[in-house]
T-cell receptor
């Protein structure tokens, strides 16, 4: 289930289940969005991006959905694996400066 | 094909000292961005540079902080007279030229600055 921790909301899922991580973005002028994965002690790692002229984009095991009407992004991870455990950030930009959301910690239970 | 490189990975300074953080972008990338991250928070934009030019420094404090990206060598983020509140992880990202559209930013491993 999903819970709000002291700082980061945490999503706990069973290995093999699908995960959905949500993000509300703030700038209606943003037209490029990226999901990043950050493991402890490391820099953000690109997962998938989407431009505002699309509402869905699929990668390998990941799908990003964009709803511009309500300024909402989601990241779907299929068949979640222990290696997916990390903090996930959405980022938006109208030009080049990335604005990051607050992040969601994904914990995968074996 | 090496990714974005940052050094040092960890830096400890006493209050009042200078901190100098280095970033070498990916090969072929001419755009560099610096971000700061506090624990359990997202990254916050500081400055955007191209070779020998500061394009946007709107996220960087006006005092004590400076950044450069010389024609030769790495990009440097310099913090003078550090204070405890400067303790954070500093990430550098790079991207290729923006002509024809925006490109994803590739991040380095970060420098963790601790001010005693």
């Amino acid at each position: 289930g999903e819970s709000v921790g002291l700082h980061l909301p945490t999503l706990s899922v069973q290995e093999g289940d699908n995960s959905i991580i949500n993000c509300a973005y703030s700038n209606s002028a943003s037209d490029y969005f990226i999901w990043y994965k950050q493991e402890s002690g490391k820099g953000p790692q690109f997962i998938i991006d989407i431009r505002s002229n699309m509402d869905k984009r699929q990668g390998q095991r990941v799908t990003v959905l964009l709803n511009k009407t309500v300024k909402h992004l989601s990241l779907q991870i299929a068949a979640t694996q222990p290696g997916d455990s990390a903090v996930y950030f959405c980022a938006e930009t109208p030009l080049y400066m990335l604005t990051f959301g607050g992040g969601t910690r994904l914990m995968v239970k074996p | 094909n090496a990714g974005v490189m940052q050094n040092p990975r960890h830096l400890v300074r006493r209050r009042g000292q200078e901190a100098r953080l280095r970033c070498s972008p990916m090969k072929g990338h001419s755009h560099v961005y610096w971000y700061r991250q506090l624990p359990e928070e997202g990254l916050k934009f500081m400055v955007y540079l191209q070779k020998e030019n500061i394009i946007d420094e709107s996220g960087m404090p006006k005092e004590r902080f400076s950044a450069e990206f010389p024609k030769e060598g790495p990009s440097i983020l310099r913090i003078q007279q550090v204070v405890r509140g400067d303790s954070a992880a500093y990430f550098c990202a790079s991207s290729p030229a923006l002509a024809g559209g925006r490109y994803e930013q590739f991040f380095g491993p970060g420098t963790r600055l601790t001010v005693l």
